[in-house]
Nanobody
Framework: QVQLVESGGGLVQAGGSLRLSCVAS????????MGWFRQAPGKEREFVSA????????YYSDSVKHRFTISRDNAKNTVWLQMNSLKPEDTAVYFC????????????????????WGQGTQVTVSS
């Protein structure tokens, strides 16, 4: 059973940067895809970014494209989300998620495409 633990959240001013980490324990090498989602107060959880574990193919939501970068280190079982040019609307709890199986391209940006979730880390961007 793979477990995911996020870290790196915090308070930052608009325009600043943060790097989130997600460490996968257990049979991390069995993962097909890892992703980041976020949920702001009163809003639904939304896709942010994803990366395939083996090939490193990346996916981004339009709202974070060109500002956020996802990367992974298979040897360290770690996925990072580098967040630059942060905006107040990026404020949310950020969740790391994964799936051992390839359920199809159209699931890569969907909540139901992931069956393992971390506890989340708070990111607050002040204006």
């Amino acid at each position: 059973q793979v477990q995911l633990v996020e870290s790196g959240g915090g308070l930052v001013q608009a325009g600043g940067s943060l790097r989130l980490s997600c460490v996968a324990s257990g049979r991390a090498s069995s993962m097909f895809i890892m992703g980041w989602f976020r949920q702001a107060p009163g809003k639904e959880r939304e896709f942010v970014s994803a990366i395939t574990w083996s090939e490193g193919t990346t996916y981004y939501s339009d709202s974070v494209k060109h500002r956020f970068t996802i990367s992974r280190d298979n040897a360290k079982n770690t996925v990072w989300l580098q967040m630059n040019s942060l905006k107040p609307e990026d404020t949310a709890v950020y969740f790391c998620a994964g799936n051992e199986y390839n359920q199809g391209y159209y699931t890569y940006t969907a909540i139901h495409g992931y069956n393992i979730w971390g506890q989340g880390t708070q990111v607050t961007v002040s204006s």
